[in-house]
Structure formats: C-alpha cells, structure tokens
C-alpha cells in the first residue's frame, strides 16, 4: 500500500498463484458468469470490476430490481430485461450507463462462449471490452505495469491448456478454479521487486531492503501453577 501510495512501480513475488492476481479473478469471474448466467456472485464481481466499472448504487439498483420481481430472476436475466425495456415505458428507471454498456457487451460475449474456445473468447472481452485501457485508467501509476502482465498472463496461460483449443470455457474455468499454476518470472526497470527472504538471495540486486523484521515480542507468561502435588505425597499440598 505504501508503494501504491507513492506511485512506485512495484512486481509482485514469482510465486503468486495466477488465480489470486485481482485482474485475473475479475476476467474468470467475467467468464464463469458468461457460462453460468444464474452465477450472480460471478455478475456482480464483473460488474464491479474496472471492465465495467459499475459503481455500488447501480449494483444496488439491479439488486432491488430482483428483489421486487415476483419470480426473483437472476441478475443476469434482470440486467437484460432492464436494457431491453429501457425507454419503452416513462415509468422505468434509466439503466445506468455503465449496466447498459455490460448488458450490450455480455449478450455478445455469451454467444461467443458457445463457439469459440478460451483463448479466442478471451482475447475478444479483452479487445473489445478494451480492458488493457481501462485498467490502466483505474489502477494505481506503481501497479498499471504490473497489472496488465496479470492480463497477458491469463492469455498465455489459456494457451497452454489443452493447446488453447480441446477445452469450452466452462471446463477451462473449473479447472483453472482447481489450478495452483503461479505467475510466470518477469523483469521491470524501475520497479521494486517483491519476495520472499529466500527469493531474494544472491547478489543480483544491487540493494535489497528487508521490510518487517523486527522480531515479535515474546509471550508473557501465560500459565502459572494449578496444583501443588509434591512428588511422592499421597495428595496435593493445595
């Protein structure tokens, strides 16, 4: 946080999990709601994340929508409802610009997982969502860099899978759910570098700088004498 705060390019460590990287949580969970429309958790991270940028009031919107139909549709079904009668009635809340936007792009992205394998389909949100651009929009200076090789590396990681070519979107999410792939090494001038105390052995940093060291204070006693049984007395003392 602190590097973030002063813009200061930052790499995570070599051995995070692809998976928790937040740029690659938000695109898998962009896809899960692709080939799970009834996933509302799924939808509403997506909607959240900077490829729609839906703020907290439009997502409560959309939730208040559910809540009042009789039938409790899903927030997928509700989004396209709410975009399909938008405007036919002067009674209806406006769709918020940025619902609208994903209600459009999520439509076209969901035919797409039908035909198309991970990679490609991928490829498409990323270009046509233009979430190279928003991401550098959104995220800290000290973390743009960072962010988008997260990006680039879910790409590459789709290719390996199967050749890119074997798997439907929805297999290539259960089993990237079940990975414990990490992200591949990078280099980048300028940026400090994270990780771990073994990690950062040998003399190929020209400075490293130990964060947190300070030993933990010790315990206090915590336990002190329950019964006092002399060895060799037939009962306690007290």
Not at 25 to 46: I, T
Not at 125 to 147: C, D, F, K, M
């Amino acid at each position: 946080q602190c590097l973030d705060t002063e813009g200061i390019p930052h790499i995570a460590p070599d051995n995070t999990p692809l998976i928790e990287t937040p740029e690659v949580s938000d695109l898998l969970a962009l896809v899960e709601a692709l080939v799970s429309p009834h996933h509302d958790l799924a939808l509403a991270q997506a909607l959240r994340s900077p490829v729609f940028g839906a703020s907290d009031p439009d997502l409560m919107a959309l939730a208040a929508r559910v809540q009042h139909s009789p039938d409790r549709p899903s927030w997928w079904q509700t989004l396209q409802q709410w975009r399909a009668q938008a405007g036919t009635s002067p009674d209806l809340a406006p769709v918020p610009a940025a619902l609208s936007r994903a209600a459009t792009l999520l439509a076209r992205w969901q035919e797409l997982a039908t035909v198309l394998p991970p990679h490609d389909l991928l490829t498409r949100i990323v270009l046509e969502g233009e979430v190279r651009e928003r991401l550098v929009a959104s995220v800290p200076a000290g973390q743009r860099a960072q962010s988008l090789f997260h990006v680039d590396a879910l790409l590459n990681h789709s290719l390996t899978v199967a050749a890119g070519r074997d798997l439907t979107p929805y297999s290539w999410v259960r089993m990237l759910r079940q990975s414990v792939s990490e992200l591949p090494p990078r280099a980048q001038g300028g940026a400090v570098q994270l990780l771990t105390i073994h990690g950062a052995k040998g003399l190929e940093a020209k400075v490293v700088c130990l964060v947190d060291t300070d030993p933990a204070p010790s315990r206090p006693m915590s336990h002190g004498l329950l019964i006092d049984w002399p060895e060799g007395a037939s009962h306690p003392g007290r």
